[in-house]
């Protein structure tokens, strides 16, 4: 999944961001999080934001639902975020290390 169709399918389920909003929130995403944990991230949004206030989850919402499932992980690759993306890094690098 990309980051542009994270929104659309959050845009689809709560309703549509306002232009400067939706902007700040890919911006964050595209920082923050990797295409690969977006399903996960979809889900858990689902699960942690209710459509009762009729808005799409803003980057505050995003965030605590990430901070909340990162919480919960046992180990950083587990993790949504910068913290997985550093993790990650270090396995492409070790990965590297061992193929030279």
Do not use: C
Not at 20 to 47: A, F, M
Request: net charge neutral; charged share 30%.
């Amino acid at each position: 999944m990309k980051h542009n169709e994270f929104l659309t399918l959050m845009e689809s389920y709560y309703g549509e961001y306002n232009k400067q909003v939706k902007l700040k929130l890919l911006n964050y995403l595209l920082l923050n999080v990797q295409e690969e944990d977006l399903q996960l991230l979809e889900n858990l949004t689902y699960k942690g934001y209710s459509m009762r206030w009729k808005m799409p989850p803003d980057i505050a919402i995003i965030q605590e639902v990430i901070n909340n499932e990162n919480e919960d992980a046992v180990t950083n690759e587990q993790k949504i975020g910068i913290g997985n993306k550093e993790y990650r890094k270090a396995l492409d690098s070790k990965k590297l290390k061992q193929i030279k």
